[in-house]
């Protein structure tokens, strides 16, 4: 039987062990056994730790199979909507923007570039009027459901192409798009990103609802349309 002062001991290994996954994920997405050998631990013992975080949603693991951060219980998050379009943009290869409706027009308030040297920029702040006819545009005239997808080309400008999923936070209406340019388009866009959006997009409200990036989110939509004025 072990005395109190063990037990303690082994409860701090366990943190300082949990602690160091949740940190190497904060990284990069990576599977298990990436996990293993980055932080040399034994395969019984990550693996046990691992199942502990995700069942308390500390980590998730994605379509793709990789593990990364997800909500604490509570709604609470060590994951950000940048984490979450960052790994997107991993996925994609390629900028993504998260976009809010307002009123008639829609403000770029998250953007995450790609790395090629010919990529689609889109500042935080850019205002459009709904009419562009961008795929982000058609998403928030949407129902702003995850599962409508939307995909566009040359809609705005020439040789560039985008598609969207909308999502809705508290009565916000949000776009998370992919932009790239036409000469990447892949031959199968549907099938290239209709999934990841949605799967991205399904896993951002709980990250929002009721925290405070969301309100600052708001923030810069509402500050953009006022220096509009």
């Known amino acids: 039987m072990r005395d109190s002062d063990d037990a303690s001991t082994s409860e701090i290994g366990v943190l300082d062990r949990s602690a160091a996954i949740l940190t190497a994920l904060q990284d990069q997405p990576m599977?298990?056994?990436?996990?293993?050998r980055r932080l040399g631990y034994s395969k019984s013992t990550t693996y046990r730790l691992l199942t502990d975080l995700r069942s308390h949603r500390f980590i998730v693991r994605d379509s793709t199979g990789l593990l990364r951060l997800g909500?604490?219980?509570?709604?609470?998050?060590?994951?950000?909507?940048?984490?979450?379009?960052?790994?997107?943009?991993?996925?994609?290869?390629?900028?993504?923007?998260?976009?809010i409706r307002a009123g008639e027009d829609r403000v770029c308030v998250r953007n995450v570039e790609a790395d090629h040297e010919l990529?689609?920029?889109?500042?935080?702040?850019?205002?459009?009027p709904l009419t562009d006819g961008g795929?982000?545009?058609?998403?928030?005239?949407?129902?702003?459901?995850p599962v409508e997808?939307?995909?566009t080309k040359q809609a705005r400008m020439p040789d560039v192409a985008s598609a969207s999923v909308a999502f809705t936070v508290e009565a916000t209406v949000?776009?998370?798009?992919?932009?790239?340019?036409?000469?990447?388009?892949?031959e199968n866009v549907a099938g290239a990103y209709r999934a990841l959006l949605t799967q991205a997009a399904g896993e951002l409200p709980a990250l929002l609802a009721g925290s405070e990036e969301l309100a600052v989110l708001r923030d810069i939509a509402r500050l953009a349309l006022g220096a509009k004025k």
Not at 31 to 36: F, P, Y
Not at 119 to 128: A, D, F, H, K, N
């Open 119 to 128: 990529r689609v920029s889109r500042g935080v702040g850019t205002i459009l």
């Open 135 to 145: 795929s982000a545009a058609l998403a928030l005239c949407g129902p702003g459901n």
């Open 31 to 36: 599977t298990a056994a990436e996990v293993c």
């Open 174 to 186: 949000f776009a998370l798009c992919v932009s790239y340019p036409l000469t990447r388009e892949p």
């Open 149 to 151: 997808f939307y995909a």
């Open 71 to 99: 909500p604490f219980p509570g709604r609470r998050s060590i994951a950000t909507t940048n984490s979450v379009l960052e790994h997107l943009r991993t996925l994609t290869n390629e900028s993504v923007q998260l976009w």
